[in-house]
């Protein structure tokens, strides 16, 4: 199996996430590492362990790691999220330790430790615990895999601000770190996340699991549809992060463009910004895969399809 650690926020989209790594024997989860995000890091670690416990697996160690932007204050996102970041269901506190030690120790150990190229990072949150991790130890950057992320927005521009994505938006300098730093890059902007919607058939698939992973997942869905529909419009709500883990299992699903991404970290109205070259307008040098189509379809079916395991 592929060996990865999820970087996360949790946050309900990055709990499906987990799931459908937890799910998947192609994937071998090292650890999940938590980030200040959606809700302050006391609730993303543990969200990231209510989740482990929900699928069965307190074998998997989590970490807490960066309590805040490497030089911003925090923006969290309850407003979507709700107060708890996994607001839709009441699930028991989780009984399982936090792991030893901080995240971003946990990410340069483990990218020392095991042969080079053999650790894909997959980050859904903002990029503060791996930037961290690449700028205290830089000898680690070149042994990475692949990073595989949900962040940033071309077309659908932003969601946080008109520009902005929110995970890029919270920390656009670790994100620029991480855009910067030569490793191979798979981008799940809001073109592709946008386009894999909750539709009430969707949901009642997974609630038609009938079992607890199921229900919660449905739950979930209910809950921050509640927000999107709302705010889009739209026939569902977007289900970001799991997008990284179906890339993982069926790249296929996903179609993009290999260009040059770069952050904006300094604008009045543009701050946090993927400038992506879609049109290859500069000569800047591709540096990420930036997805723009899905097969939602094939998405949904392969989640549900592997939730039921659970
Ligand atoms: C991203 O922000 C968070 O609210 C979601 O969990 C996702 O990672 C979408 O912009
Ligand atoms: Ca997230």
């Known amino acids: 199996p592929r060996k990865i650690i999820i970087d996360t926020d949790p946050g309900q989209d990055d ?24 809700v302050p890091l006391a609730l993303t670690a543990r969200n990231a362990r209510i989740v482990c416990e929900l699928a069965g697996r307190t074998d998997i160690r989590v970490f807490a790691g960066c309590d805040r932007p490497m030089n911003r204050d925090l923006v969290t996102a309850e407003y979507v999220h709700g107060k708890s970041g996994l607001d839709g269901i009441a699930l028991p506190e989780p009984t399982m330790p936090l792991a030893e030690g901080h995240a971003v120790d946990f990410l340069i150990q483990t990218l020392h430790d ?3 190229g053999t650790v894909t990072l997959c980050p859904i949150g903002p990029l503060t615990n791996i930037a961290t991790a690449f700028q205290r130890a830089p000898g680690i950057v070149p042994r990475v895999a692949e990073i595989v992320l949900m962040g940033g927005a071309y077309f659908e521009v932003g969601n946080v601000t008109p520009a902005a994505e929110f995970n890029i938006y919270v920390d656009p300098e670790a994100a620029r770190i991480v855009f910067g730093s030569g490793v191979p890059l798979v981008v799940m902007p809001l073109d592709v996340t946008h386009k894999v919607l909750t539709t009430r058939a969707r949901v009642e698939a997974f609630r038609a699991l009938g079992t607890r992973v199921g229900h919660a997942v449905a739950s979930w869905t209910d809950f921050f549809e509640r927000y999107d529909m709302a705010k889009y419009g739209s026939e569902g709500a977007p289900l970001h992060d799991p997008c990284t883990i179906a890339y993982l299992l069926q790249p296929d699903l996903f179609s993009g ?25 500069t000569d800047r040098p591709a540096n990420a895969m930036f997805m723009r189509d899905v097969d939602a379809d094939g998405f949904y079916r392969l989640l549900t399809e592997r939730l039921a395991r659970l």
């Open 114 to 116: 095991e042969p080079e």
């Open 15 to 38: 709990a499906v996430a987990i799931l459908l790594a937890l799910a998947s024997p192609e994937l071998e989860l090292l650890g999940i590492t938590a980030v200040a995000g959606n």
């Open 257 to 281: 463009r290999h260009l040059n991404v770069e952050i904006e970290t300094e604008g009045r109205f543009t701050t946090g910004m993927t400038v992506a070259d879609w049109w290859r307008v």
